[in-house]
T-cell receptor, first 110, second 109 residues
Framework: DSGVTQTPKHLITATGQRVTLRCSPR?????VYWYQQSLDQGLQFLIQYYNGEERAKGNILERFSAQQFPDLHSELNLSSLELGDSALYFC?????????FGPGTRLLVL | SQQGEEDPQALSIQEGENATMNCSYKTSINNLQWYRQNSGRGLVHLILIRSNEREKHSGRLRVTLDTSKKSSSLLITASRAADTASYFC?????????FGAGTTVTVRA
């Protein structure tokens, strides 16, 4: 158990819909990262927050957004969902160098 | 895009044998990390090697890093059935981790 929690574990929704994924980092970690894992793209870095501020951006679509709240939990919002957004979404938190991954949210867009 | 590329893509070995996988990358790094993933579950951090280090050990794991060749290797000694998983290298630069496609290791009893 990494200490990073993600909810929900599974999510099934329809194209065009909007969903919110939630992540709680390990106690004391200020950084939160979001990743997408799909069969065709592999593991892709989406975005990083540090103590509430966006620090780095990767291959995140404009339809996706994230934020980190004062209690350090983070949410990833996915809107106007497409079939290709079906993937595993991971959150990770960091103590500086090492990233600790949550169990992921499996999103299926039908 | 993925910076790291693991080789081989898949590896099948007998329990007790050693497993070696390689990772090549393209740009400068702060450190390189290896992770394990069991069938679609979360990634587990195995080991981190900094750019100024050449070799690191952790239990049955040995990692090497050659920054001149932009490559790293992960050796798992005396493999066990529980080592069956996908292994990913990830390069760390500018607050971003870039993962390779992974090596799938199957350890046969």
């Amino acid at each position: 158990d990494s200490g990073v929690t993600q909810t929900p574990k599974h999510l099934i929704t329809a194209t065009g819909q909007r969903v919110t994924l939630r992540c709680s980092p390990r106690s004391g970690d200020l950084s939160v990262y979001w990743y997408q894992q799909s069969l065709d793209q592999g593991l892709q870095f989406l975005i990083q927050y540090y103590n509430g501020e966006e620090r780095a951006k990767g291959n995140i679509l404009e339809r996706f957004s994230a934020q980190q709240f004062p209690d350090l939990h983070s949410e990833l919002n996915l809107s106007s969902l497409e079939l290709g957004d079906s993937a595993l979404y991971f959150c990770a938190s960091s103590d500086g160098e090492t990233q600790y991954f949550g169990p992921g949210t499996r999103l299926l867009v039908l | 895009s993925q910076q790291g590329e693991e080789d081989p893509q898949a590896l099948s070995i007998q329990e007790g044998e050693n497993a070696t996988m390689n990772c090549s990358y393209k740009t400068s790094i702060n450190n390189l990390q290896w992770y394990r993933q069991n069938s679609g579950r979360g990634l587990v951090h195995l080991i981190l090697i900094r750019s100024n280090e050449r070799e690191k050990h952790s239990g049955r794991l040995r990692v090497t890093l050659d920054t001149s060749k932009k490559s790293s290797s992960l050796l798992i000694t005396a493999s066990r059935a529980a080592d069956t998983a996908s292994y990913f290298c990830a390069t760390d630069f500018d607050y971003k981790l870039s993962f390779g496609a992974g090596t799938t290791v199957t350890v046969r009893a």
